[in-house]
């Protein structure tokens, strides 16, 4: 079964850091896409990154770019969001996510999303 669980959320004062971590199973990275969505309150689901090893590419929301890196070892089998710069904005739950890798790009994923999901991790990000 694929499960993925999400860790290292918290509270952190804007432009801060914070580094998430997502521990898989069932599946391995270079047949799947990889990502992390995020959710803040009262707002849709949207996505902050996406990796897939098939396609050779690491896509990132507009609004994250230049601060958050998604990292993946996949000899463990983990991925990471190091999100530096923390804004008031960036507050959400965190969530890490995978799907079969359909050979696409990261915007497809975040529209149409994914098969797998993780727990999500909180991060407040405070003015």
């Known amino acids: 079964d694929v499960q993925l669980q999400a860790s290292g959320g918290g509270l952190v004062q804007a432009g801060g850091s914070l580094r998430l971590s997502c521990a898989a199973s069932?599946?391995?990275?270079?047949?799947?896409?990889i990502a992390w969505f995020r959710q803040a309150p009262g707002k849709e689901r949207e996505g902050v990154s996406c990796?897939?090893?098939?396609?050779?590419?690491?896509y990132y929301a507009d609004s994250v770019k230049g601060r958050f890196t998604m990292s993946s070892d996949n000899v463990q089998n983990t991925m990471f969001l190091q999100m530096n710069s923390l804004k008031p904005e960036d507050t959400a739950v965190y969530f890490c996510?995978?799907?079969?890798?359909?050979?696409?790009?990261?915007?497809?994923?975040?529209?149409?999303?994914?098969?797998?999901w993780g727990k999500g991790t909180l991060v407040t990000v405070s003015s």
């Open positions: 990796i897939s090893s098939r396609v050779g590419s690491t």
């Open positions: 996510a995978a799907t079969r890798d359909k050979f696409v790009g990261g915007s497809w994923y975040f529209r149409y999303g994914m098969d797998y």
């Open positions: 069932g599946f391995t990275f270079d047949e799947y896409a």
